[in-house]
């Protein structure tokens, strides 16, 4: 009897205590996850080379059936659920974007591989308000897409350039979160776009974004209360940065809390291990397919742990998926047909041929060398006449930020039409919407050049890679030591085949020079002037000394350049823009063929620096002060000030100590 009561007893226990146990059993959860695949579709550094149907036969990395292929392999492997994700920027940087209003590759190709949900990077933004809600509605109208999730925009109820963007995210095609339940585990994504890329997003205008750490907050807030969530994952389109206190998915860990997992993109950084702070975890997979990450997650008693990681490289080992590579193979022929045929081009045809690399760095390097020097060459070959000198472009600049990609030797030193266009794939004209950034020119004072070259001496060691300048036409030297804003000390003007001759660049002198520069960073002059609060302001002027009228206040600062776009054919009506990337390939085009093998070739004056830019560090006080501006000499008479009263005040003192002395003698 009491045997009996006593089992029964044990069994009602059981039974109180299932749900607590059930409860309590880990769940396993796998997210599969990649960022800032920018339309690589096919392998680097050389697309010919690829040949993702067979392994061991080349050298190169990524290509979406390679990334396929370990999607498959890696969800094969578990039992457990799988989720794969992106972090942005998933758009633009090679000859797929082109077609991609119309046929929307990039999200069709990743719905068909098997992701689940993505979010919008600044790239994404590229093709302006209405060109990404074309690429959507195609996505839609022609085989699907990923779910999307993306919290910061904010639209402009005033300006209808953005509406039919707003229209896409209202259909709800675009949803600010996403609720997914697997196993019991209600899983809450959002995605969020960070500073820094706001910031490089101009032509997203009239959107704007909000605060990522705020609407990171507010997603949180409504993922936890309101949905009842018990997982909330962060699609982060914000980085990771080597100093702390700009590596915003750092700070969106700390300040942002009840985030378990941030999917990291933007900086391009390959993180082996993931990164632990506070409680959030946080991943990021290099970028242009290059790598793939998975994570295995464990979730128990509310609480989320690291099981596992790997962060694969997608290289020759990795055999690729059959039918995404067929679906890229029949985009190709379509960008022949409709992007090349014109120009009596190819996808794969060798245009040039190359010894030596051609790296993209963080100081003069060969390839901008070379990209600045195809701007200058590319106007003054169409749009110079001889009869007006003051009318050839003196200057021409282009930013790290713009261009993309290197162009490295490979195995066979060709150079091809596909890949010499990853370069300068990027932009798009607000002037007929066809894609890829056309060519401005105006005129500028000498101080306003020498204040252009400022950006390389004090912006760029701010705010990072992208604001550095490739320059042509021009070599300078500067001190990092002297004044803010300051520091270039020598400006020559000229070309290595021509000389460099001194350059009066004082305020006095009034001659106009013609400079060049993509409709990026002609744009990004004015942004130069605001960062630095009118110390480097820069007033573009038309052939007449006249600045450019300025567009209205809440008019987009791209039309007011519109009128300064290079015309590739006057005989035309309207203007024919002049593509950096079109001029990029004429200019290889008529590089010398050394070998006579009917291919030209990239000139040895390319295999190494050429001297455009010095640093040279130095204390010197004639170095320091030397043809100073205004404001190294306002800082000079502030210091030389302070040290008179300094001085002034040891004096007093010393006066005060010895008359207290001779007073306490005299008693």
Known sequence: MKSTKKRLGILVIAILLLPSLLL?????????????????????????????????????????????????????????????????????????????????????????????????????????????????????????????????????????????????????????????????????????????????????????????IETAREMVKILREKEKVDLVICLSHSGLWEKKSRSEDEQLAREAPGIDLIVSGHTHTKLAQPLIVD???????????KNVGVLDLAYENGRVKLKGYDLIDIDDRIPGDEKIQKKIESYIGLIGKTVLKDLHLSFYKVIAKTDFDLTLMPEESNLGNLIAD??????????????????KVVVAIESNGAIRDDLLRGRTGDIAVCDLFRAVPLGISRGDESMGYPFITCYLYGHEIKKILEVVTSIYPKKGNKYFLQVSGVKFTYNPNRMLFDRVMDIRIGSEEEGYVPFDYSESNRALYRIAANLYNATFLNFVGRFTYRLLEI?????????????????????????????????????????????????????PDKDGDGIPDIPEKYRGKLGRITKEPSWNPVSLLSRGAIVTWIAFGAIIIILLVVGSVIYLLVRKVKRMAQTKKAF
């Open 24 to 212: 309590g059993e880990e769940k396993r959860l796998t997210l599969i996850h990649t960022n800032d695949m920018h339309s690589h579709l096919l392998g680097l550094p050389s697309n010919p080379d690829y040949s993702p149907l067979k392994t061991g036969d080349d050298t190169t990395v990524g290509g979406w059936a390679r990334i396929a292929s370990v999607i498959k392999s890696e969800k094969a492997k578990r039992t457990n659920p799988s989720f794969v994700l992106d972090a942005g920027d998933f758009l633009m940087g090679s000859f797929f974007h082109m077609i991609s209003r119309e046929e929307a590759v990039e999200l069709r190709l990743m719905k068909e591989m098997g992701y689940d949900a993505i979010t919008l990077g600044n790239h994404e933004f590229d093709l302006m308000p209405g060109g990404l809600a074309k690429i959507i509605t195609s996505a839609r109208q022609k085989g699907g897409l990923p779910e999307i999730v993306f919290s910061s925009a904010i639209f402009d109820k005033e300006n209808p350039e953005d509406d039919t963007l707003e229209e896409v995210f209202r259909k709800g095609w675009v949803k600010p979160y996403l609720v997914k339940e697997v196993q019991g585990i209600r899983i809450g994504l959002f995605g969020i776009m960070g500073k820094d890329a706001a910031e490089v997003s101009p032509f997203a205008r009239p959107l704007k974004f909000k605060n990522p």
């Open 279 to 289: 409680k959030t975890i946080i991943v990021q997979a290099y970028a242009y397919g």
């Open 374 to 391: 195809s701007i200058r060459w590319a106007i003054n070959r169409i749009d110079y006449d001889r009869n007006d000198p003051a009318g």
């Open 539 to 591: 007033i573009p002027k038309d052939r007449n000394g006249n600045p450019v009228v300025v567009a209205k206040p809440k008019g987009n600062p791209f039309d007011l350049l519109l009128p300064l776009r290079v015309d590739a054919d006057r005989e035309k009506p309207g203007t024919q823009e002049l593509k950096q990337w079109v001029a990029l390939m004429d200019y290889v085009r008529s590089f």
